[in-house]
């Protein structure tokens, strides 16, 4: 399955963002869905995944409730929405795809997409 980010770019603390992961290649549906962010000179940190019954779980100790995380099926698509934006969300966004129900690592995830940068000015 291939994988397209879209959506980053340069916004200032207290905004939102949505990112947009595009796969195409493979039957969507039997793939759950990874976000995954990774700051300059930071590891690969797991934000969230959904699978495709829609539900989410979150790395909620980094995130506080501020991203959400969505798919439509009949698109392709899986969205990561990003609210009350701060400077240490500053980071290139990843989406992935695995088969696994389980499992927030990055090697647990088998399909990357090339991401997209998320900039956070204060």
């Known amino acids: 399955v291939q994988l397209v980010e879209s959506g980053g770019g340069l916004v200032q603390a207290g905004d939102s963002l949505r990112l947009s992961c595009v796969a195409s290649?493979?039957?969507?549906?039997?793939?759950?869905i990874g976000w995954f962010r990774q700051a300059a000179g930071k590891e690969r940190e797991f934000v969230g995944s959904?699978?495709?019954?829609?539900?989410?779980?979150y790395n909620t100790d980094s995130l506080k409730g501020r991203f959400a995380i969505s798919r439509d099926n009949a698109k392709n698509t899986v969205y990561l929405q990003m609210n009350n934006l701060e400077p240490e969300d500053t980071a290139a966004y990843y989406c992935?795809?695995?088969?696994?129900?389980?499992?927030?690592?990055?090697?647990?995830?088998?399909?990357w997409g090339q991401g997209t940068q998320v900039t956070v000015s204060s």
């Open positions: 959904i699978t495709f019954s829609g539900a989410p779980r």
């Open positions: 992935s795809a695995t088969r696994n129900f389980f499992g927030t690592l990055p090697s647990q995830f088998d399909y």
């Open positions: 290649g493979d039957t969507f549906s039997v793939y759950r």
